[in-house]
């Protein structure tokens, strides 16, 4: 690859290679115990069991404020705050799945068991950080928009309902900036040697699969993209694209990037150059079959009813596609950037 502008900043160095976490305890246990492996009881060898900063640093203190602020947001709503349909299902699976696993990183960092995982624990962590942040600010904008109203709703729920759900809005909100502030501390900083998933193009190939979701969803209600060839082609293109990052996010995760036979570094800059003209094809093409006058309807039609027409699931397509597509296209040209070196 070639070397970053002069008047760049250096790039950050990831490292890339075996898995992470083969050891059964910190680092100094896989450098001198060469007969450490998974569910071994053997002694550590020097030092606690428990991890304070695990807790106490920054990061830390990000992820107990995560799990303090998730807990309460779905216990609110669980208790009297109330949901239903498809977008209070979501908010609470949102929650409860970012719960759920904050609470095992937590237990992972602090007893130290992250170590016997045989997974790349920057990788995960950093991943898993990035998708807990778009899943929960989805919540935190779908439950207000859905349930939550300053004027108090009929009884047997009252005021006391209303109450409930303003404060789990708020503990929503909360909750979003608090997986933010994990993000921005572990995002890898010019000149620093880190995970992939920890740079911008890791974490970019988290919200494209994120982004590829709601594309999918719009799909399926009642958008009619299998009636012309061309918008079966697109999605096709979604899919490719998203089972393509899916795969690199999973390399990533399992430690397995350098066993590929290839360099990992070049076979994803020539996916993502890839990924960047499949989505310009679709972003010429979805448009056209659904909007122009002699495929589609150029504008909404009357008679469509709100919430359940195909137009709107077309446009909500278009605007993601074109949303995607600049995503791949930042990706491509901050992998241009990227050092990689192999892990140690």
Same mark, same amino acid.
């Given at each position: 690859?070639?070397?970053?502008?002069?008047?760049?900043?250096?790039?950050?160095?990831?490292?890339?290679?075996?898995?992470?976490?083969?050891?059964?305890?910190?680092?100094?246990?896989?450098?001198?115990?060469?007969?450490?492996?998974?569910?071994?009881?053997?002694?550590?060898?020097?030092?606690?069991?428990?991890?304070?900063?695990?807790?106490?640093?920054?990061?830390?203190?990000?992820?107990?404020?995560?799990?303090?602020?998730?807990?309460?947001?779905?216990?609110?709503?669980?208790?009297?705050?109330?949901?239903?349909?498809?977008?209070?299902?979501?908010?609470?699976?949102?929650?409860?799945?970012?719960?759920?696993?904050?609470?095992?990183?937590?237990?992972?960092?602090?007893?130290?068991?992250?170590?016997?995982?045989?997974?790349?624990?920057?990788? =995960?962590?950093? !991943?898993?950080?990035?998708? @807990?942040? %778009? +899943?929960?600010?989805?919540? $935190? *904008?779908?439950?207000? #928009?859905?349930?939550?109203?300053?004027?108090?709703?009929?009884?047997?729920?009252?005021?006391?309902?209303?109450? =409930?759900?303003? !404060?789990?809005?708020?503990? @929503?909100? %909360? +909750?979003?900036?608090?997986? $933010? *502030?994990?993000?921005? #501390?572990?995002?890898?900083?010019?000149?620093?040697?880190?995970?992939?998933?920890?740079?911008?193009?890791?974490?970019?190939?988290?919200?494209?699969?994120?982004? @590829?979701?709601?594309?999918?969803?719009?799909?399926?209600?009642?958008?009619?993209?299998?009636?012309?060839?061309?918008?079966?082609?697109?999605?096709?293109?979604?899919?490719?694209?998203?089972?393509?990052?899916?795969?690199?996010?999973?390399?990533?995760?399992?430690?397995?990037?350098?066993?590929?036979?290839?360099?990992?570094?070049?076979?994803?800059?020539?996916?993502?150059?890839?990924?960047?003209?499949?989505?310009?094809?679709?972003?010429?093409?979805?448009?056209?079959?659904?909007?122009?006058?002699?495929?589609?309807?150029?504008?909404?039609?009357?008679?469509?009813?709100?919430?359940?027409?195909?137009?709107?699931?077309?446009?909500?397509?278009?605007?993601?596609?074109?949303?995607?597509?600049?995503?791949?296209?930042?990706?491509?040209?901050?992998?241009?950037?990227?050092?990689?070196?192999?892990?140690?």
């Amino acid at each position: 690859m070639s070397p970053a502008s002069p008047l760049l900043p250096p790039a950050p160095t990831i490292t890339t290679g075996g898995s992470e976490g083969t050891g059964c305890w910190p680092p100094s246990c896989r450098d001198r115990e060469a007969g450490c492996h998974m569910g071994s009881t053997m002694e550590p060898p020097g030092g606690g069991y428990l991890h304070l900063g695990a807790v106490t640093s920054p990061v830390g203190t990000a992820r107990v404020l995560q799990l303090a602020f998730g807990c309460t947001t779905f216990s609110l709503v669980a208790h009297r705050g109330g949901f239903g349909g498809a977008q209070g299902t979501f908010c609470m699976a949102a929650w409860g799945f970012c719960f759920a696993l904050s609470g095992l990183v937590v237990t992972c960092e602090f007893t130290q068991l992250h170590s016997c995982l045989r997974l790349s624990w920057g990788n =995960f962590t950093a !991943a898993f950080a990035m998708l @807990a942040t %778009l +899943l929960s600010a989805t919540a $935190a *904008v779908i439950y207000p #928009l859905y349930y939550t109203r300053l004027e108090c709703p009929p009884e047997p729920a009252g005021c006391t309902a209303r109450d =409930f759900r303003l !404060a789990a809005s708020v503990f @929503a909100a %909360l +909750l979003f900036l608090a997986y $933010a *502030v994990e993000v921005a #501390l572990t995002r890898a900083r010019p000149g620093q040697v880190a995970s992939y998933m920890a740079t911008v193009s890791g974490l970019l190939k988290i919200v494209q699969a994120f982004v @590829a979701c709601i594309i999918f969803g719009a799909l399926v209600h009642d958008s009619r993209y299998g009636r012309y060839a061309a918008t079966q082609w697109c999605v096709a293109v979604y899919s490719l694209c998203f089972l393509a990052t899916v795969a690199v996010v999973a390399l990533s995760v399992m430690g397995h990037t350098g066993g590929l036979g290839c360099p990992f570094e070049r076979l994803v800059v020539v996916y993502t150059f890839l990924a960047v003209l499949l989505y310009l094809s679709a972003a010429v093409t979805w448009p056209v079959f659904c909007f122009d006058p002699k495929y589609g309807e150029p504008q909404r039609p009357p008679d469509c009813q709100a919430g359940d027409c195909p137009w709107d699931s077309q446009l909500v397509v278009a605007i993601f596609t074109y949303v995607n597509l600049l995503l791949y296209v930042a990706d491509l040209a901050y992998s241009q950037r990227i050092r990689f070196v192999p892990a140690l």
